[in-house]
């Protein structure tokens, strides 16, 4: 019975070999560079989930990001598409809009990229020296001027006109889901998960804040726009409001499912959480729940509001954006997103 085990056991590896030694053949073959600006083909071919949406400063147009490997503007009010950005490489986990609205960084897994809106234009790749850190979060800072980025185990502040490097923050074992500046400017959250949520200071790196209670990874970490709350989501649908100064809780919901994303509204009186399925709005001062919203999708990865609050828009595992009117929280428009080719509905 040893014998017949250690057999298969060789069999087993052999055969797992030969299809690494494929695999790797094949790679070289297409001229696949392993990690860097000169991206392998994408692992996720035929994955159509919208992973982020974020709409401009001026609420003119919406940006999605997606696994067909593209960023995509939309016009509003009729949501046509004005121009797809980033073609080929790796698909978007994040996107992000600068506050003067004439940039876009996409988080790509092993490279964040900045993108020139009106022209199309790739302006820089940041790619962490060529080490795969899973980058799927970035954040502009309020005045436009650095870029935040969470990596495997800490955070990359970069300049947002060249994409350099201005310092990196270790942040422990584990990814950095998401990154919020504070509206000051002057710190940073972030998203790990392992447990916790941090708070540091961008100028120097200095951790200032920490919360380590949470039994489940944090997915989000954000700012209210008043910069005296922070909102904290878990993977196993926890949410919690704190109190900045002292990080004491006011509030704790059990949402049900995994946090996928969270945004204040522009007035900082409601909270939109991503779900698997659906999307529940909270009165932030109370944690009473305000409405939930089901788009009949799949998951829900992305949230944004409209700088005016009066729209919501919503990115889903199917590939389609749904926009949701904030005063009677209906729903107004739906359309395909990603694939970027396919027409809208």
Not at 99 to 106: E, Q, R
Not at 113 to 131: C, F, H, I, M, P
């Given at each position: 019975?040893?014998?017949?085990?250690?057999?298969?056991?060789?069999?087993?590896?052999?055969?797992?070999?030969?299809r690494a030694m494929t695999c790797a053949v094949l790679a070289a073959a297409a001229?696949?560079?392993a990690f860097g600006p000169s991206y392998p083909a994408a692992p996720y071919i035929g994955e159509m989930q919208?992973?982020?949406?974020?709409?401009?400063?001026?609420?003119?147009?919406?940006?999605?990001?997606?696994?067909?490997?593209?960023?995509?503007?939309?016009?509003?009010?009729?949501?046509?598409?004005?121009?797809?950005?980033?073609?080929?490489?790796?698909?978007?986990?994040?996107?992000?809009v600068s506050?003067?609205?004439?940039?876009?960084?996409?988080a790509r897994s092993i490279a964040?990229?900045?993108?020139?809106?009106?022209?199309?234009?790739?302006?820089?790749?940041?790619?962490?020296?060529?080490?795969n850190r899973y980058m799927q979060a970035t954040a502009y800072s309020p005045d436009g001027g650095s870029i935040a980025v969470g990596l495997w185990n800490r955070i990359a502040i970069l300049d947002a006109r060249s994409g350099e490097a201005r310092r990196e923050i270790d942040m422990g074992p584990g990814l950095v889901h998401s990154v919020s500046w504070s509206p000051c400017g002057k710190y940073v959250g972030a998203a790990s998960d392992v447990?916790?949520?941090y708070l540091t200071e961008a100028g120097s790196g200095e951790r200032v804040k920490s919360l380590s209670e949470h039994a489940g990874a944090v997915s989000r970490v954000v700012f209210s726009p008043d910069g005296e709350s922070l909102a904290i989501g878990l993977t196993d649908g926890t949410v919690g409001m704190y109190r900045y100064?002292?990080?004491?809780?006011?509030?704790?919901?059990?949402?049900?499912?995994?946090?996928?994303?969270?945004?204040?509204?522009?007035?900082?009186?409601?909270?939109?959480a991503a779900h698997d399925g659906r999307i529940s709005?909270?009165?932030?001062?109370?944690?009473?729940?305000?409405?939930?919203?089901?788009?009949?999708?799949?998951?829900?990865?992305?949230?944004?509001?409209?700088?005016d609050g009066g729209l919501l828009a919503s990115g889903h595992e199917g590939g389609t954006i749904a926009v949701w009117e904030t005063r009677r929280w209906r729903k107004v428009k739906r359309f395909r997103a990603c694939p970027f080719e396919a027409a809208a509905e």
């Open positions: 019975m040893a014998r017949g085990r250690r057999t298969t056991c060789r069999g087993w590896f052999r055969a797992r070999t030969a001229g696949c560079a919208v992973t982020g949406v974020s709409f401009s400063p001026d609420g003119e147009w919406l940006v999605s990001g997606g696994r067909d490997r593209k960023a995509v503007t939309w016009r509003r009010p009729d949501w046509k598409p004005l121009k797809a950005y980033g073609e080929g490489g790796w698909p978007v986990y994040g996107v992000a506050p003067s609205g004439d940039c876009i960084t996409l964040v990229e900045a993108w020139d809106v009106r022209e199309g234009r790739k302006l820089w790749t940041y790619s962490d020296n060529g080490q447990g916790s949520a100064g002292k990080m004491e809780r006011t509030w704790q919901v059990e949402a049900g499912s995994s946090v996928k994303d969270m945004k204040f509204s522009p007035g900082g009186d409601l909270l939109a709005v909270f009165d932030t001062g109370t944690g009473k729940k305000h409405c939930e919203l089901d788009p009949g999708d799949g998951r829900v990865y992305g949230v944004s509001f409209s700088p």
